[in-house]
């Protein structure tokens, strides 16, 4: 965790930036490089959550940032040529506030921290790994990778759910155009005609004439369920009811697992390789996971506090796939945990997007086969007296 201990010095009170365990720890930190710690408490950078919505363009801002360092220019430099790029806008004031606390001396990853809305705490703890190695443009090209990666899955799954929520629209309209316009005009001509319908298109003609009566009263009453059931959903889905519902659906479940597994890895394994320690990297990477996985998540902690390899806890907590755990022994082996937990993100990504693909295959045609059979029932139970008629006059 990060601590700011305010400590006496030589040249007065100071405030020092540390990463420890607990609050004695930081304390004991500080007393071996010659200072007395009066006062400790935590920074605000404390986990990891998705990001929040911004308008800042934090990829293009890390694109451009990178090409300027990379150019030989100075943090300062670069963030001033980036603020005289813009001309205004909530891009501009993002910069100038960078700019400014740049200017009063503040580490790069302090003037971020400062601004929480427009830059994620895995961005702002990269940076501040960096400081420590002075290597800017890495910790950079290191989350634009992560960035990239996590567009990547994301892509895939939109693309995916694209087509058949197009699919679904269109079948949902034309459905309401038939039942709400087509068969009430039907009904109306077959009400005069005193032949007797089949049952099955008897009530649809029912429904037809109830329609053709009550529709003002249909259309308010479809509105407030719309209205309704979007709060509803609203609702449901803050609270974490989408999520409930995918881990209950068979075949979908596992999918879900390994895709948050995979999130987990692909931070965990982004924030070592940018030199956090492996007990901060896991507390910032706890706003990732579920509420279903975080009791898990926090035994697995608990346990490499108490000395445990990263290997062993997540096994012990059912938090490391085959693949996965086998990749993390060779790490922890080797000294590249990070880079092996990456591997391992890499590896269910692959698995994930080969499962989209059978899903889209799958899901598609059957999609089309369900809006056909509602479609095609309506207008077959509309023409049946037709063709009865058409018999009858043979």
């Known amino acids: 965790m990060r601590y700011a201990v305010r400590a006496l010095g030589n040249g007065g009170v100071v405030t020092v930036a540390v990463d420890a365990v607990d609050a004695d720890a930081a304390r004991n930190q500080v007393a071996a490089r010659d200072l007395r710690p009066l006062s400790v408490a935590t920074t ?10 911004s308008t800042f363009p934090l990829t293009l801002f890390s694109q451009e940032l990178l090409a300027l360092l ?9 963030i001033e040529a980036l603020c005289d790029k813009e001309a205004s806008g909530e ?7 960078l700019l400014a606390a740049l200017r009063e001396g503040k580490r790069f990853s302090l003037a971020l ?7 994620p705490v895995l961005y702002i703890g990269l940076m501040r790994a960096a400081e420590r190695t002075s290597n800017l443009p890495e910790s950079l090209g290191r989350y ?8 990547s899955v994301r892509s895939r799954v939109v693309s995916a759910l694209i087509y058949p929520a197009i699919l679904g629209v269109v079948g949902l309209a034309v459905t309401t155009f038939l039942l709400g316009y087509v068969v009430p005009r039907f009904a109306g001509v077959y009400q005069g005609t005193g032949r007797e319908l089949p049952w099955l298109s008897q009530q649809l003609m029912n429904w037809g004439n109830f329609a053709a009566h009550h529709a003002q009263g249909l259309a308010f009453a479809a509105l407030g369920l719309v209205l309704a059931g979007f709060a509803g959903l609203r609702t449901w889905w803050s609270n974490g009811g989408f999520q409930r519902l995918l881990r209950r659906l068979p075949g979908v479940a596992g999918t879900v697992a390994t895709f948050e597994l995979s999130r987990l890895y692909l931070s965990l394994g982004t924030l070592l390789e940018g030199g956090l320690p492996i007990l901060q990297a896991l507390r910032l990477s706890e706003g990732l996971l579920s509420a279903h996985t975080l009791p898990r998540y926090h035994a697995a902690t608990a346990a490499i506090d108490r000395g445990e390899n990263l290997s062993q806890a997540f096994a012990s907590a059912g938090l490391a796939t085959p693949v996965a755990l086998r990749l993390l022994r060779v790490g922890e082996r080797s000294g590249r945990l990070g880079e092996m937990l990456g591997r391992a993100a890499r590896f269910h990504d692959g698995e994930i997007a080969r499962r989209i693909d059978v899903f889209a295959r799958s899901f598609e045609p059957v999609l089309m086969a369900a809006i056909g059979l509602v479609v095609g029932t309506i207008v077959v139970l509309l023409y049946l007296p037709i063709f009865d008629l058409a018999g009858s006059l043979r």
């Open 44 to 53: 605000r950078l404390t986990r990891l959550t998705w990001p929040q919505r």
């Open 144 to 151: 634009l990778e992560y960035r990239g990666r996590l567009d």
């Open 91 to 97: 891009t501009r004031a993002v910069l100038d506030r």
């Open 70 to 78: 990379e150019a030989g220019l100075t943090i300062t430099e670069a």
């Open 113 to 119: 921290e400062q601004q929480p809305g427009h830059f």
